[in-house]
């Protein structure tokens, strides 16, 4: 598609609103997709709704549509911003950038593009980077890094087939030429082994097509774990800064349980705990009713 230089093309195909595959009914009469450009990355969000805002952070290896299924009624009470992460789906995908500091520097970007001084966060956490900006913090399925305790090279099978991918991804490129071709396999197996109640095929299928669009998509994709010597180290850090702010971390029953508001009790002194029963790592697919009855009742101080 051709544009002028000072307008950026519309989002297209399945990585975008319009062409997303089985999304919520109206979904695309409250939902749009749009590029920002903020400087050095060029990024592709999807917002909708009306009143404080809200930004959803997508994890690894989905994009944006992890949170379609709560996006709709989370919009009745609030503005949804939902990105694609540097390296994934629409968004740009430069070869550096992937430690947890400067990720969290694009969204707070993004958000300033949007004219969104301070807003509320569900996905992962930026508030130690930026505690000024975030009012309240949702936290789900998500290990920090450097405060987090490390399993041993020789763990039980179970946590073993819970965690090889950390190692596997950070590999510098031979992750990439066993994968290349056999997406299917790798994210399928990822997908299937680490959920309670089974995704969607179409859901599956829609997140491996997007993997395996492109090489570059491909290695982008394991660029957040090449970074994790970095991310360490600012974790190390982080944890010296303690957050005030009110915490919600969310565990899935068959997957990190209450190990979520442990660690986040480790950089932060508001933390409520909350573990998800008959759920396991994706949280808003696999139980999206109980997400969305847990986001508005910790997100209620903030929208009034």
């Known amino acids: 598609m051709c544009s002028s230089p000072n307008r ?3 989002p297209e195909g399945p990585g975008s609103v319009a062409g997303a595959p089985h999304l919520p009914e ?33 994890g690894w290896p989905q994009t944006w549509y992890a949170w379609r299924l709560v996006m709709p009624d989370l919009a009745r009470d ?24 400067t990720l969290a520097g694009d969204l707070v970007a993004l958000m300033d593009a949007l004219g969104h001084q301070r807003f509320a966060m569900a996905g992962h956490d930026l508030a130690a980077n930026h505690p000024g900006r975030v009012a309240r913090l949702a936290v789900a ?10 399993p041993p090279l020789f763990a039980p099978a179970r946590l073993n087939n819970a965690l090889w991918h950390f190692a596997f991804n950070r590999l510098a490129e031979v992750n990439d030429q ?19 109640k089974k995704l969607p095929d179409y859901a599956v299928r829609h997140y491996v097509d997007t993997l395996a669009a492109s090489p570059e998509t491909l290695h982008a994709s394991f660029a957040i774990y090449r970074a994790l010597d970095a991310t ?14 009110p915490v919600l971390a969310i565990g899935g029953q068959y997957s990190l349980g209450e190990q979520v508001a442990d660690t986040m009790k480790l950089g932060a002194d ?3 705990a909350l573990v998800v029963p008959g759920c396991a790592h994706w949280v808003p697919e696999e139980t999206p009713e109980e997400t969305l009855a847990a986001l508005t009742a910790f997100l209620a101080p903030y929208r009034g």
Not at 80 to 100: C, E, F, M, N, W
Not at 232 to 245: G, P, V
């Open 270 to 272: 508001d933390v409520q």
């Open 232 to 245: 360490i180290a600012q974790n190390q850090q982080r944890k010296n800064r303690r957050l005030t702010l």
């Open 141 to 150: 399925e998500t290990p920090l890094p450097g405060l987090s305790p490390s």
């Open 78 to 101: 609030f503005q949804v911003i939902a990105p694609d992460q540097r390296g994934t789906g629409l968004s740009g995908k430069p070869s550096d950038g992937y430690d947890t500091g």
């Open 178 to 196: 066993l994968v290349a071709g056999r997406e299917d396999v790798y994210f399928g197996w990822q997908f299937a082994s680490k959920a309670a």
């Open 26 to 58: 109206g979904f695309t009469g409250t939902f749009t997709s749009r590029y920002v450009d903020t400087g050095d990355l060029r990024q592709h969000v999807v917002t909708g709704g009306q009143g404080p805002p809200l930004l959803l952070v997508h």
């Open 8 to 10: 950026l093309p519309t």
